[in-house]
């Protein structure tokens, strides 16, 4: 007697995939475990199976996980592509996206097409150590994503970028110069290597407030400051350690209860203790009255004038 054959189910096949792609299956990957393409079709005709992209489904019932709009448009762009740019950056951590954003696809296949809210460009080829994994979405190496942000962001989002991705220990000055040195003039490795080449570390900014702080610090001719930096149990914003000076940007969005407005007192009056000299400034401050503010650290940072 011969042992019945038994077709997988498309329902476990898809299930599988789902669990490690974000809720996500690609037609090609059931067809590809056995399952006809009559019962894929019978599924979407259910709606078992949910359009996301042409021959990409979101298996029903599950909610879109973290990236499920990244694993969709990776699916939809065929082998060989990836997430990268903005949209790698942001699943690293490195920048902040807004989850509407488009999703940034590169491919080595040239089968990227049109596909809604996905912006996919093809590169020749792509070195193995650039290509990185987050669970099972591919996407640029840090390295290689850094590279490619150079060029279409601020340059205070890049530079707080590159922070970040020092901070999170993915990615060192010397990763970074052997990805310049292999950029083929690539665009933004110029902002990449005036970023390297400069004598301060890059700073980790966490709003577009400080990184006009900065920008205007720099502009004047000011010491380089500390951005960020931990002392003690405090995270002060700007801080000179050989002036003993602090900085602190003061926005409406975090300063605008009682207990916040509190703690920046208390943590002013303990700063002050211990023997720093702390400013305080607001977004009128660095729009409407920049040379004032200019003035105000300038004398603060000159002993000789305290």
């Not at 498309?10 to 792609?21: E, I, N, P």
């Not at 720099?218 to 050989?242: I, S, T």
């Not at 009128?284 to 000789?304: C, K, S, V």
Request: hydrophobic fraction near 40%; charged fraction near 25%; glycine fraction near 8%.
């Amino acid at each position: 007697m011969r042992p019945q054959s038994h077709k997988p189910s498309v329902a476990g096949v898809s299930q599988w995939f789902a669990t490690r792609q974000a809720g996500h299956v690609a037609r090609r990957q059931l067809l590809a475990a056995g399952v006809p393409l009559e019962i894929v079709k019978h599924r979407v005709r259910s709606r078992f199976l949910i359009p996301v992209h042409a021959g990409v489904y979101l298996v029903a019932h599950r909610a879109p996980a973290p990236l499920a709009r990244e694993f969709a448009a990776v699916l939809a762009c065929g082998p060989g592509a990836l997430a990268s740019d903005r949209s790698a950056a942001a699943a690293y951590g490195f920048l902040a996206y807004p989850a509407a954003g488009d999703v940034w696809i590169t491919t080595t296949s040239g089968r990227g097409g049109a596909h809604e809210g996905v912006r996919s460009r093809r590169t020749k080829a792509l070195e193995r150590h650039e290509v990185w994994f987050h669970g099972w979405l591919p996407l640029t190496s840090p390295a290689r994503t850094l590279l490619d942000i150079a060029g279409i962001v601020e340059p205070e989002r890049f530079e707080s970028a590159v922070a970040e991705a020092q901070a999170k220990r993915m990615v060192g000055e010397a990763d970074l110069r052997r990805q310049l040195a292999r950029s083929n003039g690539r665009r933004g490795a110029a902002a990449l290597r005036s970023l390297l080449d400069r004598r301060s570390p890059p700073a980790r900014t966490k709003s577009k407030a400080e990184g006009v702080m900065l920008r205007l610090i720099r502009r004047a001719g000011l010491p380089e400051p500390l951005v960020n930096h931990r002392l003690g149990c405090f995270e002060l914003d700007f801080y000179w350690p050989q002036q003993g000076v602090v900085a602190e940007f003061d926005s409406w969005e975090f300063h605008s209860n009682s207990r916040a407005f509190r703690r920046d007192r208390e943590k002013s009056n303990e700063l002050q203790l211990m023997g720093l000299v702390v400013l305080r400034f607001t977004w009128h401050h660095l729009t409407q009255a920049p040379r004032a503010l200019e003035a105000r650290l300038r004398h603060a940072l000159d002993p000789a004038q305290r």
